[in-house]
């Protein structure tokens, strides 16, 4: 019985890996997340020259929303406000900086980028691959991203020209919305080799004492553990129309997440803001939850449950309804009793 | 707008131009410090450490080392006493900006 997790040709200790985001912007921190046992990294997305100002932070770029604030590890529950953009340095140092990672860690380290165009995202992950990075992933959905970019025109031609460019595995990174599923099923025909389901979404929040948005005045991506619902729906919706494997992220806060996550056909899983929240202890923590459930249900591998609970999805048609005849109750009557 | 209680005051005090002049840093009123250990987890940055201060009630206290603070606000987010506040960042005077970083007059506080 172990957590080793077999995803894209990488054998994982565990299918934890942790999100892109500030808890993979250091080389220091692969040490601090190997000694939780993670099973790999997702490395802080760089953005292409284009998109340079994506580099400096506004100051300050969190917030933490509705926090219950509890100590040692056991908040469960926040919104994390957020407007931190792209990796602070150059390219040319995202690409030291992904050789230092790959020099050190013990895990797979997975590279992260954004660019406008074809030509771009194309560039960056040749050097992520020329970097030593053993997966790319393509954050198409970054909450962050200038303007609006079309899916069907500027990211399905990126993901194309990617594909073709590098041997490496690639991840498409989709935010929740209504096209999660078509995107999935595009990505997956463009030749992806997974997909990540869901990157945050952008939301707004509202000082009433000062009549203003907090923050910078702009929409911020939202996150938190409530937001795990519209990924398990999401990954139910997307597993049973794709063959590539998915990776789940958006509000994992306990092992019992992971379950669910696997038991909807997720095979890795992406950690970030409990990680934030709660320290880097969680990612130990939740390894040892989902191994306690593997041993409680005599389960050897997480590949045994993966899907299980698709398996017992009804159609909307199926949904069984109550067809007697109406209840007498005075329904129309007012104050009747 | 300055004195009027909200759901985050230590941002309210910052005038307008602070922003515009100097990115924002965290600091630590030792004073106000409980030393509840909240702020050196959730520093992503190795900006926050506890110091043996003998003289203080709780005889240690959180301390912002100002060189690897990013201004991000988590640890701002994790008091629970409001000891820890903005200050002007001053390291960046006389470093070239980037455009989209200088000052623009439509700027505002936060």
Known sequence: MGLETSFLHMRLQSPLLVASGPASHDVNQVRLAEEQKIGGIVLKTACSDAYAHMRFWPRPRYKLLDWDKQVGGRSKNFTLYSYEQGYSGTLQEYWDFISACKQHAHVPVIGSIFAGEAKDWEDLARHVEDSGADAVELDISSPHRPGSLDFETTFVAAIKAVVEAVKIPVLVKIAAGPDVQHQSIVAEACGASAVTLCNRIRGFDVDVETQRPILHGYFAGIGGPWSKYYVFRHLAGSAQVIKIPICATGGIMSGEDVIKCVLLGATAVQILSVIMVNGWESIARINNEVLEYMERKGIATLEEIRGNALKNMTHPDEIIRWSGEPKKGPRNVWNAH | ?110
């Open chain 2, 1 to 110: 707008m300055s004195g009027t209680p909200t759901k985050y005051p230590g941002l309210n005090p910052i005038p307008p131009d602070f922003v515009r002049e100097h990115p924002p840093l965290a600091e630590v009123v030792e004073d106000l410090c409980i030393a509840c250990d909240r702020c050196p987890p959730i520093c992503f940055f190795d900006a926050l450490i506890m110091e043996d201060r003998p003289k203080h009630r709780y005889r240690r206290t959180a301390v912002v080392i100002a060189d690897n603070c990013t201004g991000c606000g988590l640890c701002f987010e994790a008091c629970p006493v409001d000891a820890i506040i903005w200050v002007p960042d001053t390291s960046h005077v006389g470093i070239e900006r980037h455009p989209m970083t200088q000052p623009r007059e439509e700027d505002h506080d936060l």
